[in-house]
């Protein structure tokens, strides 16, 4: 089995290798990435090696789009976009990252370790190398949305300041996506002004936000700005009372995350530490003791 994976990997790799010179090239980068219209900014969002590999993944990707399975393509399409990088790469990319994941791990893996030689083995190891690539969207995605549920409450507080200042909600949303430290909440504040001035509500835009998200603390603090919005009310003192309840939720979040390190510790601390504290402090307690006799 060897002997027959290992030509189509070194294959492959040339072939990623050409691609990779070919978009590098001046003028070649259009055709590389098949015209694709994101900027470059979008494009770095993905990560290093994900970036190396893509003009392989874009160059085979026409070759799975017919493959019909919907309800993989409809999963797929939510995580890609909660993970922030659906303009970057779609789910064809996914489907062709899965196969060269299924094809070169396990086999790169074989000439290493002996226990992948085994068929069986080598079997489970394909299928886990198939669903790896959905195991690093789901990671890129709960990466996101901490760094957006991190970044709210200093958000909210100047969204605040802005509208007590005078300003307009959609004028002070403005105003933060333009002064705003880049980050994942500043391009989804960023394609809210972009929902509202395609042609949505305000209420409209931020569900759609809440949707992309789905996160309980973003949910919350949508639920009540449509709810201003639906009654009329102040939105000043509505985004400072939450900016306040923001502030509390991450203490009591960092609060937690202390008492989880407390208990992750306590593993290296039984393996590595204790049994070196131990043969420091009786070694030369048993030493003197075998000796002496």
């Given amino acids: ?10 294959l492959l790799l040339f072939v990623a290798i050409v691609l990779l010179a070919f978009s590098l090239l001046p003028g070649g980068r259009g055709t590389a990435v098949r015209g694709m219209a994101f900027r470059q900014a979008e494009l770095d969002r993905l990560p290093r090696y994900l970036r190396i590999i ?28 909660r993970a922030g990088i659906a303009e970057a790469l779609t789910v064809d990319h996914m489907l062709v990252f899965k196969v060269l994941c299924a094809i070169v791990l396990p086999l790169l893996g074989a000439q290493v370790l002996q226990l992948l030689r085994n068929p069986g083995v ?16 789901t990671s890129l995605r709960q990466r996101r949305e901490k760094q957006i549920v991190r970044a709210m409450p ?3 507080d100047v969204l605040s300041l802005s509208v007590e ?19 994942a909440l500043r391009d989804e504040l960023a394609t809210i002004l972009n929902d509202i001035r395609l042609g949505k509500s305000r209420a409209e835009a931020l569900k759609a936000f809440a949707t992309r998200v789905e996160m309980p603390e973003i949910s919350s603090f949508v639920s009540v700005l449509v709810q201003a919005d639906a009654l009329g009310a102040s ?10 309840r923001m502030r509390v939720e991450r203490f009591q979040r960092a609060e937690r995350e202390g008492a989880r390190a407390s208990q992750k510790i ?15 402090i009786l070694g030369p307690v048993i030493l003197q003791f075998i000796y002496a006799r």
């Fill in 1 to 10: 089995m060897t002997t027959i994976l290992l030509p189509i990997a070194l």
């Fill in 54 to 81: 893509y003009p392989l993944l874009d160059g085979l990707s026409p070759l799975v789009k017919r493959i019909p399975w919907a309800s993989y393509r409809a999963h797929a399409t939510t995580q890609l976009q």
């Fill in 122 to 137: 080598y079997v489970l190891a394909v299928l886990g190398a198939f669903y790896l690539p959905d195991k690093i969207v």
């Fill in 154 to 156: 200093g958000a909210v």
């Fill in 165 to 183: 200042a005078g300003l307009e909600f959609l004028l002070a949303l403005q105003r933060q996506v333009e002064r705003g430290l880049p980050g």
């Fill in 235 to 244: 939105i000043g003192p509505v985004l400072k009372m939450q900016a306040e």
């Fill in 266 to 280: 306590l593993f290296p601390l039984v393996l590595f530490i204790f049994p070196s504290v131990l043969i420091v």
